[in-house]
């Protein structure tokens, strides 16, 4: 899914990107500071890959040239 220019200047995505890009940055500083089992090391990084993702919604893919 990719957004269109509509959806990435609408009030709910720059409500919803401020969110996600302040969340991804928490769970960075505490993914880089704090000590935790590998479990919740790894729930941690799920958490971080979430985040990530749903900002990579705002940024189109490259096309794949053909052969």
Excluded: C
């Excluded at 993914?31 to 749903?54: P, Q």
Aim: proline share 4%; aromatic share 4%; glycine share 2%.
């Amino acid at each position: 899914m990719l957004l269109n220019q509509a959806d990435l200047q609408s009030a709910t995505w720059v409500k919803i990107k401020a969110h996600f890009t302040e969340r991804l940055q928490d769970h960075r500083i505490q993914n880089d500071s704090a000590r935790l089992t590998d479990i919740d090391t790894a729930r941690l990084r799920g958490r971080i890959a979430e985040a990530a993702y749903v900002l990579d919604l705002a940024t189109p893919t490259p096309a794949i040239p053909a052969k």
